[in-house]
T-cell receptor
Framework: EPEVTQTPSHQVTQMGQEVILRCVPI?????FYWYRQILGQKVEFLVS????????KSEIFDDQFSVERPDGSNFTLKIRSTKLEDSAMYFC??????????????FGPGTRLTVL | AQSVTQPDIHITVSEGASLELRCNYS??????LFWYVQSPGQGLQLLLK??????LVQGIKGFEAEFKRSQSSFNLRKPSVHWSDAAEYFC??????????????FGKGTKLSVKP
């Protein structure tokens, strides 16, 4: 069964450093998402992406964050200058269409980001 | 604002006992409803979803959920719990309105422990 993959599984970085989290969505999906889950808290929406542009973003997704689909398969989340509070599990998801419509978002296993 | 409430943070049941995990949502229209499960160290796996039609939906692993519009609830049930069901369960709402393009709103999750 097709699945969303994410690399790395765990990333440790120093505060102020840039990190790039990578995701390979399911191949025929058109909509891509990033969510994060701070330890002990709920999963929060960050951004959705379609047709090479951001569809929607939350308040969390400030200027430090960016997303890109650099080629036909990868979908990346970049954090320009990490802060301690960016430590979280980051989930990538994809769907054939908008999940608010009639489709389902499929999630990857997550990347645990630890900022020291 | 739209929200999802899972009132139980942690539930412990005996193996073989029945299970009900509660989920309430706040939204003006009929939402799209999902239950995801997260096993330790794993990503989010879709258990079931409700979009329309029959209010009792069947999912994987023997789970079912019932949408009750009058109570704004979408409780997850399983008649006989297995030790492998120990995990964290998340209820989520997908919206389709002018202000949202498909992001999911999650509850805080309910951690299920199963005792032998």
């Amino acid at each position: 069964e097709p699945e969303v993959t994410q690399t790395p599984s765990h990333q440790v970085t120093q505060m102020g450093q840039e990190v790039i989290l990578r995701c390979v969505p399911i191949s025929n999906h058109l909509y891509f998402y990033w969510y994060r889950q701070i330890l002990g808290q709920k999963v929060e929406f960050l951004v959705s992406f379609y047709n090479n542009e951001i569809s929607e973003k939350s308040e969390i997704f400030d200027d430090q964050f960016s997303v890109e689909r650099p080629d036909g398969s990868n979908f990346t989340l970049k954090i320009r200058s990490t802060k301690l509070e960016d430590s979280a599990m980051y989930f990538c998801a994809s769907s054939e269409s908008l999940a608010g419509g009639s489709d389902t978002q499929y999630f990857g296993p997550g990347t645990r980001l630890t900022v020291l | 604002a739209q929200s999802v409430t899972q009132p139980d943070i942690h539930i412990t049941v005996s193996e073989g006992a029945s299970l009900e995990l509660r989920c309430n949502y706040s939204y003006g229209a009929t939402p799209y409803l999902f239950w995801y499960v997260q096993s330790p160290g794993q990503g989010l796996q879709l258990l079931l979803k409700y979009f329309s039609g029959d209010t009792l939906v069947q999912g994987i692993k023997g789970f079912e959920a019932e949408f009750k519009r009058s109570q704004s609830s979408f409780n997850l049930r399983k008649p006989s719990v297995h030790w492998s069901d120990a995990a964290e369960y998340f209820c989520a709402v997908g919206l389709e309105d002018g202000g949202s393009q498909g992001n999911l709103i999650f509850g805080k999750g309910t951690k299920l422990s199963v005792k032998p």
